[in-house]
């Protein structure tokens, strides 16, 4: 076992990325990237500034500095969970982190042995550590330090960041998100309920029974997920929307084209929502318009699609540009990410001051 410097970083590109993965890593400058199972890499960076500060990391949506690791085979190695926990112990538990959090290396659904390692892993750690301030994942406050620990056939992984810094509050940043239950319209349910978990970690979001202003609501999928969350919905969409969202408490849907869509003049939103695919800066110019309906401080969820951007260079000079209009309209940036139910599209999120 051997303790690393905190200049090399764990670091995940999605499955999407993996044919641009050099490039990725090179504009992040990423020195003798090693290669793990499920799209990690291991690698030195020159600080944990030189991460946050680079616009490509937005091809890597959560990092870890490896404070820690055991290069292994966790199936060949006796007593592995016991040895493995007290050297986590030992190590971290002096720095009093809120919670430690295991997970495996590969989230794919095949993968039940690393899974169920994980989980024992962490049952076994908790033993060792002090009481924890946060008992699971989701009570952790963004902003103080966790132990974090990924292990798969590789062996184990572990450092301490905050999950801000992460960009997570899960080992990986992988975690199904459940939709709030009913009838699953589309996918993209499954992309707003786990956009509103990520955005915890850098804002609060709007609280139920706030007005949402949608754009791009056919079939249904999202909308359905805010309803589920006791928010009232405006939708607009060319396409309709799924029969079983007729009559839908709650919702009033608009049959119209976005850039023809006009609020009624004293009416202001509390948030809005846009998953309109075509151009993104057309997409982005509804949203402008439609943002000054927004109450101030209102919150805007962009999905940015990326079709015909081929390249990381390609993609990061397309979100530079929409970046810098929205800026300009008095749009504030939140946060931005690639969520896991994300393709080849960013979620962006900002507020209007
Ligand atoms: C990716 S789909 C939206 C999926 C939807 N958010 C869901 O949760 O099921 C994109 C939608 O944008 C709509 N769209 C694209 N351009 C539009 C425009 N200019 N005005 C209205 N709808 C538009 C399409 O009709 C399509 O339904």
Same mark, same amino acid.
């Given at each position: 076992?051997? +303790?690393?410097?905190?200049?090399? %970083?764990? !670091?995940? !590109? ?6 641009? =993965?050099?490039?990725? !890593?090179?504009? /992040? ?49 006796? =007593? ?41 892993? #962490? ?13 699971? =994942? ?18 184990? %992984?572990?450092?301490? +960041? ?24 589309? &996918? ?7 956009? /509103? ?40 969409? #060319? ?50 318009? !439609? ?7 209102? /919150?805007?969820? %962009? ?7 081929? +390249? ?14 929205? &800026? ?6 939140? =946060?931005?990410?690639? /969520? ?14």
């Amino acid at each position: 076992m051997k +303790s690393e410097p905190a200049t090399r %970083f764990l !670091l995940r !590109l999605p499955e999407v990325f993996a044919p641009h =993965a050099r490039e990725a !890593l090179a504009l /992040l400058e990423a020195e003798t990237p090693t290669p793990l199972t499920g799209g990690w890499f291991i690698t030195k960076l020159a600080n944990a500034g030189a991460l946050s500060g680079n616009e490509a990391v937005l091809f890597i949506p959560w990092r870890l500095p490896l404070e820690h690791s055991w290069p292994c085979n966790p199936e060949k190695t006796e =007593a592995f969970i016991e040895k493995a926990a007290q050297s986590l112990a030992k190590k971290f538990a002096p720095r009093n982190p809120q919670a430690v959090l295991v997970g495996p290396l590969d989230a794919g659904p095949q993968n039940r042995y690393y899974k169920s390692l994980a989980s024992n892993l #962490r049952g076994r750690a908790l033993q060792l550590f002090p009481k924890l301030p946060a008992g699971s =994942a989701d009570e952790q406050n963004p902003a103080l330090p966790s132990l974090f620990c990924l292990v798969g056939k590789e062996g184990l %992984f572990a450092g301490i +960041s905050t999950p801000r810094e992460a960009n997570g509050f899960h080992p990986g940043g992988i975690k199904f998100i459940k939709q709030s239950g009913g009838a699953m319209i589309s &996918r993209a349910g499954a992309k707003i309920a786990e956009a /509103l978990h990520w955005l915890r970690l850098y804002t609060d979001p709007p609280p139920p029974g706030a007005h949402w202003l949608e754009l791009g609501a056919s079939p249904g999928g999202m909308t359905g997920e805010l309803l589920q969350r006791q928010y009232r919905v405006t939708a607009v969409d #060319r396409a309709p929307l799924d029969v079983r969202l007729r009559r839908a408490e709650g919702l009033t849907f608009i049959p119209a084209d976005a850039a023809d869509f006009r609020p009624p003049p004293a009416l202001r939103y509390d948030a809005l929502l846009c998953d309109l695919n075509g151009d993104a800066r057309q997409s982005l110019r509804a949203v402008i318009r !439609l943002g000054t309906s927004l109450n101030t401080g209102g /919150l805007i969820v %962009f999905t940015l699609k990326t079709p015909g951007a081929e +390249s990381p260079d390609a993609i990061l000079d397309l979100c530079r540009r929409i970046e810098t209009e929205a &800026r300009g309209s008095g749009l504030t940036l939140v =946060a931005k990410t690639h /969520l896991t139910h994300n393709r080849q599209e960013f979620t962006l999120c900002w507020r209007r001051v």
